[in-house]
C-alpha cells in the first residue's frame, strides 16, 4: 500500500487549502481513512477519519468546523478541505489507511488504529 498525500504549500491566515492523499490499493473502499499532522517539536495530532464508504466522519475538536475530510473511492483518494487556516494549523500532514478488518474501527484518534502511512506533505500558514 502506498500512500502520497499533496496540496500542502504555503500560505497566509485566513486561506484555504485542500490536501489530497491518493492510494495505490485494489479497492480503496476497504480502508478506513484518516488525517493526522506533526508540528516541529510536538507529537502527532489527530485530525480527521472517514468511513469506508465515506458517508460518516470524525474529526478532532481543534478543527470546529474549519477541517472537511472526504474522499473519492473511484480514484482512490482522500482530501481534507482546511478553511480559516491559522498559523498554528503549520504541520506536516500525513494521510493514514485502515484494513477494514480492524476491530477498532474508522473511528478513532489513535495512530496506531492505522496501519499504512504516506510521507507527509507541508503545510505553513504565516501571520
Known amino acids: 500500500v502506498q500512500l502520497v498525500e499533496s496540496g500542502g504549500q504555503l500560505v497566509q491566515a485566513g486561506a484555504s487549502l485542500r490536501l489530497s492523499c491518493v492510494a495505490s490499493?485494489?479497492?480503496?473502499?476497504?480502508?478506513?481513512m484518516g488525517w493526522f499532522r506533526q508540528a516541529p517539536g510536538k507529537e502527532r495530532e489527530f485530525v480527521a477519519s472517514?468511513?469506508?464508504?465515506?458517508?460518516?466522519?470524525y474529526y478532532a475538536d481543534f478543527t470546529k468546523g474549519r477541517f472537511i475530510i472526504s474522499r473519492e473511492n473511484a480514484k482512490n483518494t482522500l482530501f481534507l478541505q482546511m478553511n480559516s487556516l491559522k498559523p498554528e494549523d503549520t504541520a506536516g500532514y500525513y494521510c493514514?489507511?485502515?484494513?477494514?478488518?480492524?476491530?477498532?474501527?474508522?473511528?478513532?484518534?489513535?495512530?496506531?488504529?492505522?496501519?499504512?502511512w504516506g510521507q507527509g506533505t507541508q503545510v505553513t500558514v504565516s501571520s
Open positions: 472517514i468511513s469506508w464508504s465515506g458517508d460518516s466522519a
Open positions: 490499493v485494489p479497492t480503496f473502499s476497504n480502508y478506513g
Open positions: 493514514a489507511a485502515q484494513l477494514r478488518s480492524r476491530a477498532k474501527g474508522w473511528a478513532t484518534s489513535g495512530g496506531s488504529d492505522f496501519d499504512y
